[in-house]
Nanobody
């Protein structure tokens, strides 16, 4: 288990934007694939985006494709999730997670492949 923390959640209007950050504590991210997952009340946790350790490979769930963008900074200090064109159905607790990956390996939005999770940040989209 590696310590991760999410930030950037909050309130937004439909059509608005938020940017989430995932920050490690005490370990470099460059050896880990990172995924973003979300869970709404009464619904199962959903994998929505992932990025490979080298940043060249990403994948998205159909529910967010074209609206959300995952990225990681050059110094490997954080992974981001830019969320645009927000909808009410995006309301959920958002978690980032890490899994060891070879630097050039592809990423996955399958939550079973991740073993370190952050506590989550709440995103609420309301009219």
């Amino acid at each position: 288990q590696l310590p991760l923390v999410e930030s950037g959640g909050g309130l937004a209007r439909p059509g608005g934007s938020l940017k989430l950050s995932c920050t490690p504590f005490g370990f470099p991210l460059n050896n880990y694939g990172i995924g973003w997952f979300r869970q709404a009340p009464g619904k199962p946790r959903e994998g929505i985006a992932c990025i490979s350790p080298n940043g060249y490979n990403t994948d998205y769930a159909n529910s967010v494709k074209g609206r959300f963008t995952i990225s990681r900074d050059n110094s490997e200090k954080a992974v981001y999730l830019q969320m645009n064109s927000l909808k009410s159905e995006d309301t959920a607790t958002y978690h980032c997670a890490a899994t060891p990956r070879a630097y050039g390996a592809i990423c996955s939005i399958n939550m079973d492949e991740y073993d370190s999770w952050g506590p989550g940040t709440q995103v609420t989209v309301f009219s």
